[in-house]
């Protein structure tokens, strides 16, 4: 099969409370750059970049969402044709991670992704940079769900070891290993299109010869 010489196109969607830091992962992620100044994004933006993996290249396009509830609701059909989601919280922030079920359980009712039950979600733990976490305050963030606590690697690695997600985290202020969550999610969408949309075309879809970096934003 002619891997080498065709451009696949590869969706990645992030999702996650407001203010986590979706947007932030993904400007490191795609420009290396990073502000302290908070916009909260309106509408969907998506970049695209080209990734090389196992000697292939594909593009990626990261799809960064509003966190907020007034935009959540345009945002569920943007998750349609997803090959892979990434589930971001703050790691100082117990509620933003306890939020991610529901984000979860969302992408799965809005996106109808085929076999729901494997479809691959990568869990990005961010803002490492903002002290220490390893305080033994995971069983207290039960009794207090509304008050936003440090979330230990340990918590954070059992649930994804139960939803059977890969873990990472990082810091997108500091530029700490910001890169192998979407390389993971790289990896894992082109599992999740050959499975699926090779199964139902039989070939590999060409959407353009030299992969390009662009950006767009939709506000719909
Ligand atoms: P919405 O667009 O509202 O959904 O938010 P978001 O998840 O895109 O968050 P955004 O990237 O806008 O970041 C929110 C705030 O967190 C901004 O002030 C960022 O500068 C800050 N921030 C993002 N990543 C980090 C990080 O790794 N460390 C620290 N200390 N702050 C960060
Ligand atoms: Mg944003």
Known sequence: MGEENTAVTLKTILIGNSGVGKSSVMNRYVDNRFTNMYRATIGTDFFSKAVRINGNTVTLQIWDTAGTERFQSLGTPLYRGSHCCMLVFDVTSSTSFSALEMWRKEFLVQGEPQDPENFPFVVLGNKTDL??????????????????????????????????????EGSAKEDLDMEKPFLKATELGLQQYKKHTLENTGHFQITCEQPRETRNTCEC
Request: glycine share 8%; with cysteine.
């Open 131 to 168: 002290g220490n976490r390893e305080v033994g305050l995971d069983s207290l963030a039960d009794f207090l769900p509304f008050v936003h606590l440090p979330v230990s690697r340990r918590k954070a690695m059992q649930w994804c070891e139960e939803i059977g997600a890969e873990y990472f």
